[in-house]
T-cell receptor, first 111, second 114 residues
Framework: GQQLNQSPQSMFIQEGEDVSMNCTSSSIFNTWLWYKQDPGEGPVLLIALYKAGELTSNGRLTAQFGITRKDSFLNISASIPSDVGIYFCAGHMNRDDKIIFGKGTRLHILP | NAGVTQTPKFQVLKTGQSMTLQCAQDMNHNSMYWYRQDPGMGLRLIYYSASEGTTDKGEVPNGYNVSRLNKREFSLRLESAAPSQTSVYFC?????????????FGEGSWLTVV
């Protein structure tokens, strides 16, 4: 079946640093989604990508839909304490397919 | 706009007890989902409903049943709770558009089975 490999599993960075995480798929995807989950809350959609090569920004966040359609990355620039949380990638091949999720990247920010 | 609402937020059950998690969405979405989240395991799909009147098993359906009561509501039932079902449960809904499919989550239900 389809699988998503998300890396890294966790990150420890200094406040102000840039962050990069990525997801790769064993199959071609037509949609990539990036979510953030704060402690005690449900995942919240950050960025949705629908076209290969698409590069989309949301404030300090930038995500790209890989040209091969088998990968996506999320960058966070100039990290701040409220960026702490778990980031999930998700995607699907066809719009009627189930959406599958990566296992998440846990971001820690050191003071 | 409430989005996806699920209840209860917290629940403690004894082994063997039954309970139902309720979920409702006000976005007129066709598809609804139940996920469980465990440390290091990410989000695992339990059941989903592509439309009113249909339900399908996900990755980890054993020990659960679901009901798509109407377009708004999708409930998850544990008939005989087991400690292995201690988890955080998330309901979600989505709608396919010409661009793609985006999923929206509720705030979670923390279930402990003792």
């Amino acid at each position: 079946g389809q699988q998503l490999n998300q890396s890294p599993q966790s990150m420890f960075i200094q406040e102000g640093e840039d962050v990069s995480m990525n997801c790769t798929s064993s199959s071609i995807f037509n949609t990539w989604l990036w979510y953030k989950q704060d402690p005690g809350e449900g995942p919240v959609l950050l960025i949705a990508l629908y076209k290969a090569g698409e590069l989309t920004s949301n404030g300090r966040l930038t995500a790209q839909f890989g040209i091969t359609r088998k990968d996506s990355f999320l960058n966070i620039s100039a990290s701040i304490p409220s960026d702490v949380g778990i980031y999930f990638c998700a995607g699907h091949m066809n719009r009627d397919d189930k959406i599958i999720f990566g296992k998440g990247t846990r971001l820690h920010i050191l003071p | 706009n409430a989005g996806v609402t699920q209840t209860p937020k917290f629940q403690v059950l004894k082994t063997g007890q039954s309970m139902t998690l309720q979920c409702a969405q006000d976005m007129n979405h066709n598809s609804m989902y139940w996920y469980r989240q465990d440390p290091g395991m990410g989000l695992r799909l339990i059941y989903y409903s592509a439309s009113e009147g249909t339900t399908d098993k996900g990755e980890v359906p054993n020990g659960y049943n679901v009901s798509r009561l109407n377009k708004r509501e999708f409930s998850l039932r544990l008939e005989s709770a087991a400690p292995s079902q201690t988890s955080v449960y998330f309901c979600a809904s989505s709608e396919a558009t010409s661009s793609g499919n985006t999923i929206y989550f509720g705030e979670g239900s923390w279930l402990t089975v003792v």
